[in-house]
């Protein structure tokens, strides 16, 4: 039987605009994630796909909450992340991690791999002894497949792929329950990013850990994930099963995203129908009315610009927004 770990609901993010230097007046918002539900169970890897600027790492951030919700709920093992306070805000920063897209910028060049990973242990106040910190740090580094005798080190003396495993290390390091990945291997080399990957899935199931995976690499997803939603300008347009919705895309920014994919089956891949999505994403500050994919959509229907797409279940577990799919 499953269990709920994650369940986010109707959760917005708008980031005001403001003008005027004395006095300050918000004239606008940028509503980077505009009511997005979903739940994710205990051991699973959700996947959160769509284009860049579709709102899917302010999702992640505002969900841990480390950017306050502008509506909506979050609760991660039974709290709730954005009415906690004190005590029970420090148990879910413990509980609930993040994995960052660029293992550059996310690890302080000044500190040692030392006082990064065991950082953790030292503001939950897990481990203050020093000793039993220093074999705690190494342990970690280990289970990431670093070598513990590079403990005094510093960030800039490992390669991309080894500063992503220190900051997985750190991630790891308060015991959480539920990682959230942020684009955790769009910085590496491609020949690096499968061995993250492996290394995550093999950490999922020795520590029974949770993953929110946001991604733009659609492959990638299909490999580690169990379920995948897909993103775009603020919304959840299709969620589903991974081989369901690979197999059985219904929304056609879904459709439109996969055929983008290429198929290592040439005769496959020759058969197979291109969707070339046409103009940008248009700005999340004034979004489209109706279904906000219209502009874009090359099936669109007059419907289409006036009236919102009902959320609904199309086929067991498969959930869609769109007016052209029947539930
Ligand atoms: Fe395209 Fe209309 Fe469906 Fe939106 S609701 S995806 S515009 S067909």
Redesign the pocket.
Known sequence: MTETLVHVENLTKHFPITKGIVIERVVGAVRAVDGISFDIQKGETLGLVGESGCGKTTAGRTLLGLYPATSGKTIIDTHSVHDAKGSELMHIRRKAQMIFQDPYASLNPRWTVNAIVSEPLRVHKLITNQQERDARVKDLLELVGLNARHINRFPHEFSGGQRQRIGIARALASDPLFIVCDEPISALDVSIQAQVVNLLEKLQDQLSLTYLFVAHDLSMVRHICDRVAVMYLGVI?EIAERNDLYETPL???TQALLSAVPVPDPRKERARKRTILVGDVPSPINPPSG?R??PR?P???EK?KTHV?EWREAAPQHWVA????NG
């Not at 769109?322 to 799919?325: A, D, F, P, R, S």
């Open positions: 347009v929304h056609p920014y279904c994919f219209h959509c099936v669109a229907v289409c797409p769109c007016h052209l799919v």
